[in-house]
């Protein structure tokens, strides 16, 4: 599946942003979904998952409570809300797809070019 995310900016310190996530290729009710960012000079780590059909959702401990995961397969689109932003959520921030949600399992199988979001304080 091919996946486009959109939806990054610049925001201030307890602002909010919702990244979007376009998949085309194949029928996008059949993948789960995640979120992912990479910080410059760090590596890429987890955000939030969600399964098939949206009914299970895990998160990062550092985004939980702030970040909402949802999707609507009829757009074929997975969403990333984010809510009281802080400065240590700039980075770029990738969208992926596997066919199974697994929640201790951060390996994926297709993923889309990055949108970069940037908190100023």
């Known amino acids: 599946v091919q996946l486009q995310a959109s939806g990054g900016g610049l925001v201030q310190a307890g602002g909010s942003l919702k990244l979007s996530c376009a998949a085309s290729?194949?029928?996008?009710?059949?993948?789960?979904a995640g979120w992912f960012r990479q910080a410059p000079g760090k590596e890429r780590e987890f955000v939030a998952a969600?399964?098939?059909?949206?009914?299970?959702?895990n998160y990062a401990d550092s985004v939980e409570g702030r970040f909402t995961i949802s999707r609507d397969n009829a757009k074929n689109t997975v969403y990333l809300q984010m809510n009281s932003l802080k400065p240590e959520d700039t980075a770029v921030y990738y969208c992926?797809?596997?066919?199974?949600?697994?929640?201790?399992?951060?390996?994926?199988?297709?993923w889309g070019q990055g949108t970069q979001v940037t908190v100023s304080s």
């Open positions: 290729g194949r029928s996008f009710s059949t993948y789960a």
């Open positions: 992926a797809a596997r066919q199974r949600y697994d929640r201790d399992n951060y390996e994926y199988d297709d």
């Open positions: 969600i399964s098939r059909g949206g009914g299970s959702k």
